[in-house]
């Protein structure tokens, strides 16, 4: 979850830095970050409490470790959740990057390393293998000439560079919002050889969903709640299907199975999604956002 720091210039908040949300939840920062001019940095924070712990806009809002000049923290998007037991979809979404594991210089390689890191929930990997330089996905992002590009979200920032490093091919440029040096220590004597590699850390892009359902005397009393919880399972994969992920594309068809379930009451009129406004059948996710969910994002309408 990416998580806005403010302070004082010149601060630095270093990995292991704590914060504590508005249920009490203990967060860790994953990359280092030195707060700039303007008195606040994006970075990313992870729960050390494993599973479904979900962290509303603003729930993060507490320095649980003072650090001299770090004076504030807060979310200005959902977290995204974790789970206490890997779905079937992840766990084969896993297995088959792992095929990958041992080989080197390839995509696969890259995206089963990364993807295997412990506290890693989504990964996204591409290349750009021209000489100019190339837009990719939903929000263009632009990919350097004859460069690798990682997105991730999740795990520690060391981690993930360091997988990179290992697995991606000699000479190969890096993309992203992050940088972490490397230090390759394999043969050398000191001074070691370092380098720095790069890796996006996706923003959170919230997705907004306009549910309508026929209103009838048979509904349950808590049905708002019981169409938000299984809008929210659908999007985040514990229903055992696929969970929205780093470039995919959403669509409402996903989310009528769980809301229909509700009850054998309920009849589902429409359901719309979108970013800006709920008005549309589908969402394309950028290959540098994450989408987020939070209840409340979700309209639900009787009619």
């Given at each position: 979850m990416q998580a806005t720091c403010t302070g004082l210039a010149g601060v630095v908040i270093p990995v292991g830095a704590k914060a504590k949300d508005s249920s009490g939840n203990i967060y860790s920062c994953t990359q280092a970050g030195t707060i700039p001019v303007s008195g606040s940095i994006e970075l990313s924070f992870v729960c050390?409490?494993?599973?479904?712990?979900?962290?509303?806009?603003?729930?993060?809002?507490?320095?649980?470790?003072?650090?001299?000049?770090?004076?504030?923290i807060t979310n200005a998007s959902?977290?995204?959740?974790?789970?206490?037991v890997?779905?079937?979809?992840?766990?084969?979404?896993?297995?088959?990057?792992?095929?990958?594991?041992?080989?080197?210089?390839?995509?696969?390689?890259?995206?089963a390393a990364v993807l295997n890191l412990d506290g890693v929930i989504d990964a996204y990997v591409a290349e750009n293998f021209t000489a100019s330089p190339v837009?990719?996905?939903?929000?263009?992002?632009?990919l350097a000439a004859h460069s690798l590009y990682v997105a991730a979200v999740g795990g520690t920032a060391a981690d993930i560079a360091w997988a990179i490093f290992t697995k991606k091919s000699p000479g190969c440029n890096t993309n992203g919002n992050t940088t972490v040096t490397v230090i390759d220590n394999s043969g050398y004597n000191y001074p070691y050889p370092s380098y720095d590699i790069k890796f996006n850390i996706p923003a959170s892009l919230p997705i907004l969903f306009s549910v309508q359902i026929q209103n009838n005397s048979s509904l349950p009393a808590d049905i708002v709640t019981l169409v938000?919880?299984?809008?929210?399972?659908?999007?985040?994969?514990?229903?055992?299907g696929t969970r929205a992920r780093i470039g995919s594309t959403i669509t409402v068809g996903r989310f009528y199975g769980?809301?229909?379930?509700?009850?054998?009451?309920t009849n589902v009129l429409d359901i719309n999604i979108g970013t800006a406004t709920a008005d549309q059948n589908s969402?394309?996710?950028g290959i540098d956002q994450v989408p987020t969910i939070s209840a409340d994002d979700i309209t639900v309408t009787l009619i």
């Open positions: 050390n409490t494993t599973g479904p712990i979900a962290c509303p806009i603003g729930a993060l809002n507490t320095i649980y470790q003072a650090i001299p000049g770090w004076d504030s959902a977290g995204t959740v974790g789970r206490d890997e779905t079937r979809i992840d766990f084969e979404t896993r297995r088959r990057a792992s095929v990958a594991l041992n080989a080197q210089g390839s995509l696969a390689s890259v995206y837009t990719v996905g939903a929000t263009s992002y632009s938000k919880d299984a809008i929210i399972a659908a999007f985040n994969g514990t229903d055992g769980g809301v229909s379930a509700t009850s054998v009451h969402v394309s996710v």
